[in-house]
């Protein structure tokens, strides 16, 4: 549990960095590497690689060195543990309008035979 | 009937902010005194098996709810809104925060604020629901009381809970 929630902590600042967002975003469509991840970013490899390093230590990547090039793969379960907190969100409106409909309509009733 | 209604819910993490949109099959006055009066809010704010009961309320802008969602095992959640702006029958909006049983809120914890829009379509109403942190920080730090409060276990039983309801035809 402890574990659990370190991950959900460390996701979640991590994410809060548009670039970071933005590298998690481009690998959602496949593994790729460093290079290729940095053009779109008008940063130096260095502050670049820190963004890597960043969202490697928090789990959301793995990186794989072969010679000179660095390919970095998304973790789906790092991010999935992320989502869960809005996927609870999501159970808390919507038990919550399931007692709403149940309340509408036997108010909508009783004015109806009224 | 339930796949009927048009239910959304979308996150968006560069504004922090949740959009929940539902349509309810009832005219928008009945749908707006289900949010606005406590003896109906009693009745379906807290999803099941968590409870709700008002300990006050004053539904215009100025005034606030304050409430308790209340667990099986008898623990209480205290919250409060403050409502910043009505337009009956239309909309409000109102500040949610954490507090204690005698309302006072709790100043280390972030709060969000909700706008709340009711439109009429068809025969029934759809409603709008804007939940917005002020930063990135502010939705990390109620992600991680959640964690600590021991709504985890509380939430994931309710998970369950949902998952069964769901099957049922």
Redesign the interface.
Known sequence: ?ENY?DL??AV??V??D?TR?AVVESLTHGPATVSDLARPFPLTLPTFMKHIDALEQAKLISTRKSGRVRTCTLNHAALAAAER?????????????????????Q??ST?NES | ??AD?Q?A?L?D??TNT?T?R?A????QR??W??YTRSE?LN??????PLTTRTRSIDFRAGGHWHYAMIDPGGQEYWGRFDYLSVQPIDGYAAMDGFCDAEGTLNPDLPRSRWDVSFATRGTGTMVQTIVRYTS??D??KV??M??KAGM?ST?ER??E??LT?NQDP
């Open positions: 549990m929630s959900q902590n979640f600042k994410l809060a548009p967002r907190w809005f996927e609870r969100q999501r159970a808390v409106w919507a038990g919550r309008f399931d007692n709403l409909d149940g309340l509408l309509d108010l909508e004015k | 009937m339930k209604l239910f819910f996150t993490m560069q949740l929940i539902r309810f099959a009832a005219r009945t749908v005194d289900c109906l009745q379906w704010f807290a999803p099941k990135a920080a939705l990390q992600i991680d959640g964690m985890t939430l309710l998970d809970l949902l309801l």
